[in-house]
């Protein structure tokens, strides 16, 4: 079976990762817009790569949970797109081998000036310098408020095309991610949500899994 799925920071709150909302729109103690912006990197990319550095370490420290392994087993038995909004790697570690950044990955550097990518060091400087071209330009490859997601055309069809469609771990605020269950419905995709509560976008699924996804994932999988 094709099976779309999307993932949010849910997924990783039991391998120890903060999710945007349970800290009531704070992240690690910024404000969003402080922090997750073009704007904000040019006016302090200091305190932006700070905010980069310590999740960077964190997911590195982190753990894939039983959510992810889940998910690497589904895709040995049904045709899957792993789709995630998040930027840490927990996915690749616990055993998925094609995942869709949407918003980018924490391990990954880019070149605002040339667009090479790279292994991003643990931690990035204003000062650092592209490997590739040498300008002074790096920043993190995170996809900010305001950018436009990564490897769209490919979610879209894979949306389309799926007969099923599952959201893990996602409060479904932040677009065009949150209105994926809606697009995929109008092509006649079964939609159902994995989630610890009741999500913004809870009435675009025609069925919903509550409880800590440790447990539903890898029971919706078997
Ligand atoms: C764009 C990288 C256009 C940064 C992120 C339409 C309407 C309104 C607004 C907009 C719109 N279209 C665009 C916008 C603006 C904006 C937006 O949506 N704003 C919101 C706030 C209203 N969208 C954008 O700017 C996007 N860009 O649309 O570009 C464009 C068009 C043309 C040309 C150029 C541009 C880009 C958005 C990307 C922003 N970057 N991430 C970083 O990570 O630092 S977003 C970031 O926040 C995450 O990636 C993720 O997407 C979001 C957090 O959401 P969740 O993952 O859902 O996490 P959250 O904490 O909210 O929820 C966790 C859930 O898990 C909860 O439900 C909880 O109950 C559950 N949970 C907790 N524990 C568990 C659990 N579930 C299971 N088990 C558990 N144990």
Request: proline share 5%; charged share 25%; with cysteine.
């Amino acid at each position: 079976m094709r099976i779309a799925v999307l993932t949010g920071a849910g997924i990783s709150a039991e391998s120890g990762l903060a999710t945007f909302r349970a800290s009531d729109g704070l992240w690690e103690n910024h404000r969003i817009e402080d922090v997750a912006t073009v704007e904000a990197f040019e006016r302090d990319p200091a305190l932006v790569h700070d905010f980069y550095n310590m999740r960077r370490i964190k997911a590195a420290e982190a753990q894939p949970n039983a959510a992810h392994r889940a998910l690497a087993e589904l895709a040995r038995a049904h045709d899957l797109t792993l789709i995630t909004q998040n930027v840490d790697d927990l996915h690749e570690r616990g055993g998925s081998a094609d995942v869709i950044h949407m918003h980018g990955a924490v391990a990954s550097a880019l070149c605002a000036a040339c667009g090479h990518r790279w292994q991003a060091p643990m931690v990035m400087r204003p000062e650092d310098r592209c490997p590739e071209c040498n300008a002074q330009a790096t920043r993190p490859d995170i996809v900010w408020f305001g950018e436009m997601p990564y490897h769209m055309e490919r979610i879209w069809q894979a949306l389309e095309e799926a007969e099923l469609f599952a959201a893990i771990g996602t409060s479904g605020n932040v677009y065009p991610a949150a209105g994926f269950a809606q697009h995929a419905a109008r092509f006649g995709v079964e939609c159902i949500e994995l989630n610890l509560e009741e999500s913004a976008n809870s009435r675009d699924f025609s069925q919903r899994i509550l409880g800590p996804a440790s447990r539903t994932v890898p029971e919706w999988v078997n």
